[in-house]
């Protein structure tokens, strides 16, 4: 985390471990952490390594559609979340046809995978130049590479683009019948990796300190434990590039955590708030 001397003394409880920080657990023998060494980022190394900040001339997180998107697809909501988890204007742009963007695609049927690689480098060159980061959503399947089965989604620190799938995310990729919290469970999923990915055009690295939004995840399962919020360093992190007010940002993410039906949420945003309130009197 470093030294908070230079930050707010009302900002400290933020920045600190409070009781839903928990920090990184055991990762389990399919989880990401067992497979990829990581050996974490100090807030010193982000910003010794950071490339890309907000600019008042470059703010806008752009959102683009790509292929046809499911009816459960939650777009607005995930918009309304960008503006409000990172602190900035979210943009939705026409959906692009997948076919148009040359990308390498693989498998049959409706489960054919398209390559993130291509799919990233056609889109760096569909950033807008006012615009600060591009991050693409599609229902079509992902992997990075031969070697790999699949992938969730990918982003470039540098490139300022990235791109993930839902296709994963909803129950009826498996089979499975749609229940009651269907549509919720798509879109707690969603927002965690939007976050996670655009997250990392911020140039914040995989979480290895806390149980964070920005940890590694190799499997559903380990998505589905993982928790929405950033923990106090990458939050910091966050702060240090964009600029807002850590209580604003509290109080606008619990607005939406409790307008979406997402309590477990919200009620984590509240007890954030609660200890910044605490900490001016």
Known sequence: MGSLDAVPVEWHPAFTAGPDDAPMPRP??????????????????FKRDRFHVPTAERREIVV?????????????ALCEFGSRFFGLPVVQREALPLGSLGAKSRGEGRYRQYHTRGLLNALKRK??????????VTQADL??????????????LYDRVGVYSFARYDPAFYGLAADADTARTILRRGLKLMAHEVGHMFGILHCVHYHCVMNGSNNLAETDRSPLQLCPVCLRK?????????????????????AQGL?????????????LFAALG
């Open 28 to 45: 389990g023998r399919s989880d990401w952490l067992t497979h990829h060494r990581e050996a974490g980022q100090s807030f010193a190394r």
């Open 127 to 136: 950033v807008p130049e006012e615009a600060y980061c591009l991050i693409a």
């Open 143 to 156: 992997y990075p590479d031969e070697t790999w089965y699949f992938v969730f989604g990918e982003a470039r």
């Open 263 to 275: 309590g477990d949420e919200a009620a984590v945003a509240e007890r954030r708030l609660e200890r």
């Open 238 to 258: 966050l702060q240090d590039s964009v600029g807002f007010d850590v209580a604003v940002r509290e109080h606008r993410l619990a607005e939406f955590y409790r």
């Open 64 to 76: 683009q559609p790509l292929g046809e998107l499911a009816d459960a697809t939650p777009l607005a």
